[in-house]
């Protein structure tokens, strides 16, 4: 399966900033995508992030709030703009391979951010 | 809208007892159900069910789904203080605009103890 590396693995941010994430993935995927989990909370799917073209939003996620790119099939960056205490969460990356009779989906190691 | 609900929210046992964990969904179109550990920030993957009836075995975890009943079990037996963890129950919709788009359940915090 496909190995995905993010970055940063936790930061710590002032309210107001913005914060990136990067996710390298070692092949190409699909898809991919981006989650949130709030402390405590399960998954929750932001958004798919669509090669070459405006990343599709989950209800109650905006793109001003969380601009998404994806320049080409392996790579892809989530913004978290003007950070409140409420996006402190753990962001995730997944992909899901569909090819060549592989399918399954795999996930970044995840970023802690902390807003204060 | 799609919805999975896992039971119990969280379970406390001691090293070699057996656990049940469930997981029960609504899915307007439905392909898979997902097991996930997740330890520290990313989830890890256990199994993959497509089809009913058909047990899913990795050593002592093992998972069975049933579409009829729209639920799946997670068994774990013999435990170990390294089975301590969140299990996630994630089901994925077929097709469409939901295509490739996991829901999660809230998971199962399992603690064993020593």
């Known amino acids: 399966s496909a190995v995905i590396s993010q970055k940063p693995s936790r930061d710590i941010c002032q309210r107001g900033t913005s914060l990136t994430i990067q996710c390298q993935v070692d092949?190409?995927?699909?898809?991919m995508f981006w989650y949130r989990q709030q402390p405590g909370q399960s998954l929750t799917l932001i958004a798919t992030?669509?090669?070459?073209?405006?990343?599709?939003?989950e209800s109650g996620f905006v793109i001003d709030k969380f601009p998404i790119s994806r320049p080409n099939l392996t790579f892809s960056t989530l913004t978290v703009s003007n950070l409140s205490p409420e996006d402190s969460s753990i962001y995730l990356c997944?992909?899901?391979?569909?090819?060549?009779?592989?399918?399954?989906?795999?996930f970044g190691s995840g970023t802690r951010l902390t807003v204060v | 809208e799609d919805k999975v609900v896992q039971s119990p929210l969280s379970l406390v046992v001691h090293e070699g007892d057996t656990v049940t964990l469930n997981c029960s969904y609504e899915?307007?179109?439905?392909?898979?159900l997902l097991w996930y550990k997740q330890e520290k920030k990313a989830p890890t993957f256990l199994f993959m069910l497509t089809s009913s009836g058909i047990e899913k075995k990795s050593g002592r975890l093992s998972s069975i789904l049933d579409k009829k009943e729209l639920f799946s079990i997670l068994n774990i037996t013999a435990t170990q203080t390294g089975d301590s963890a969140i299990y996630l129950c994630a089901v994925e919709a077929a097709g469409g605009t939901s295509y490739g788009k996991l829901t999660f359940g809230q998971g199962t915090i399992l603690t064993v103890h020593p």
């Open positions: 899915v307007t179109n439905f392909r898979s």
């Open positions: 992030a669509n090669q070459g073209s405006e990343a599709t939003y």
């Open positions: 997944s992909g899901l391979l569909s090819a060549e009779g592989r399918y399954g989906y795999t």
């Open positions: 092949s190409q995927v699909t898809m």
